[in-house]
């Protein structure tokens, strides 16, 4: 199957968010694009699931801006809790926990959004966390220079990086069940 959702304009609103929920479940897990990405089951308060998510919203800022732009007006979204075969839901965490989770990957990229979006299904609600990465760039300030700078290992401000160069990576390492696998 193919994912049936119209990206043309970002994903707004709940009845948008529960529209692009129900296309997964009837897409393949080749459908996952440039613009979308899913887990099936990720807990933000653990190492390895804020870690997961984090990778994804880098991935997501790391897009070339011609690229992006193509969909949801540059916008791209990981779903948590879902898959082509159920919805699975996730655990709902307060927006400040969730974000220092996050942080310890992110650094002081903060170029994304989530919420919980509620679906109805037949074991009751459950929870998909939609998260909203964009480029790092967007039209606008595609020829701007930025002051960006990505995280330094060494403590140290780090430099700003030519933008040919410049890509965001996560300010720690992946957690030792991630290294392992």
């Not at 899913?38 to 997501?60: M, P, R, T, Y």
């Not at 967007?138 to 401000?157: E, I, L």
Request: charged content about 25%.
């Amino acid at each position: 199957m193919t994912l049936d959702f119209n990206a043309d304009e970002p994903v707004v609103g709940l009845a948008r968010q529960q529209e692009l929920i129900r296309a997964v479940l009837n897409a393949s897990s080749a459908d996952e694009t440039r613009w979308l990405e899913w887990k099936s089951q990720h807990d933000v308060s653990k190492a390895a699931g804020a870690f997961a998510v984090s990778k994804a919203i880098l991935g997501f800022a790391n897009r070339m801006p011609d690229v992006a732009e193509q969909w949801a007006g540059g916008h791209a979204y990981l779903l948590v809790g879902v898959d082509e075969d159920a919805i699975h839901g996730v655990p709902t965490h307060d927006v400040e926990k969730v974000d220092s989770w996050l942080r310890r990957y992110l650094g002081e990229f903060s170029r994304y959004q989530f919420t919980y979006v509620p679906m109805d299904t037949d074991e009751g609600k459950r929870h998909v966390m939609l998260v909203d990465g964009a480029t790092l760039f967007t039209p606008s300030t595609r020829n701007m220079r930025t002051t960006a700078r990505a995280p330094s290992s060494t403590g140290t401000p780090a430099r700003p990086n030519p933008p040919a160069q410049r890509r965001y990576t996560p300010s720690r390492t992946a957690p030792a069940e991630q290294r392992s696998a």
